[in-house]
C-alpha cells in the first residue's frame, strides 16, 4: 500500500441522529464536558453566514498543503450528513476551496467543511450558508496533484479526529467528539447546559450564589489586606 497516497474506506460512522441531538447544545458546554481537554485550535473560524450550527460524522482527509487533489476525491466519496475535515497543515499561502466545491458539497447535502488551511470565495460562501471552517482566506489558487490520504486518523492543533468521529462547530469553533463516547458526553452537555440555565436565572433574579469564590480563595491561603 502506498503510505502517503491512499484511499482508504470508512468502516464505521456516528449516527446521523446521534449528531443532530447535539445541535441544541452549545460547543462550550461539550467542551466543558470533556474536560476541556480538547480544541482544534482557535485559528479555525466560522466563515459561512447566519450562524448555522454544523454536526456530522468526519471524513477525513490529509493533504499537502496547497493542493486539494484528495479533497475533491472525499468529496466524490461523502454520504449526505458527513463532514469533510482537511488537514492541510495550516498552511494559508493557497486556498484549499472556493465557491464551485462548497456548492458541490451543498449540493451533496454535506453538513459542513473544516480546513486546516485557506478558503477562497468568501462572499458566495458566506450567502451560500454551509457551514464552513477554515484556518483562513486566500485570493490564490489551489494545485491538483496530491499526495494526500482519505479516511486516515489527523489532528488539527492537537485534536485528533478519526473518520466517523462526530464534529461539531458552532460560533465558538469546531469540536471533534469521539464516536464511541458520543452517546455519554451528550447526556453530560446536556446536563451542564441544564445547570447554566438555572444558574442564568438566578443570575437574572439577583439570586446568584457567590460564596464560592471567597471559599475557593480561602483554600488557596489567598492574603487579603486588612481594613
Known sequence: MNIGFRVLKRREAVAPELAKAFDDV???NVSDSM???TSAGTRL????????RLSGAALTVKSRPGDNLMFHKALDMAEPGDVIVVDAGGDLTNAMMGELMAHHAAALGLAGIVINGAIRDLDEIRQLGLPVYAA?????GPYKDG??????????????????DLII????????????????I????QAKQSAELKELELIQAGRSDRSWIDQTLAQKNCSFESS
Open 26 to 28: 452549545p460547543v462550550a
Open 45 to 52: 473560524r466560522p466563515y459561512h453566514g447566519g450562524g448555522r
Open 186 to 189: 451528550l447526556v453530560a452537555a
Open 35 to 37: 474536560a476541556r481537554m
Open 136 to 140: 483562513g482566506v486566500t485570493h490564490r
Open 147 to 164: 499526495p494526500g490520504e482519505i479516511n486516515i486518523p489527523v489532528a488539527i492543533d492537537g485534536m485528533v479526529v478519526m473518520p466517523g
Open 169 to 184: 462547530g458552532d460560533e465558538d469553533g469546531v469540536l471533534c467528539v469521539p464516536q464511541a463516547q458520543a452517546e455519554e
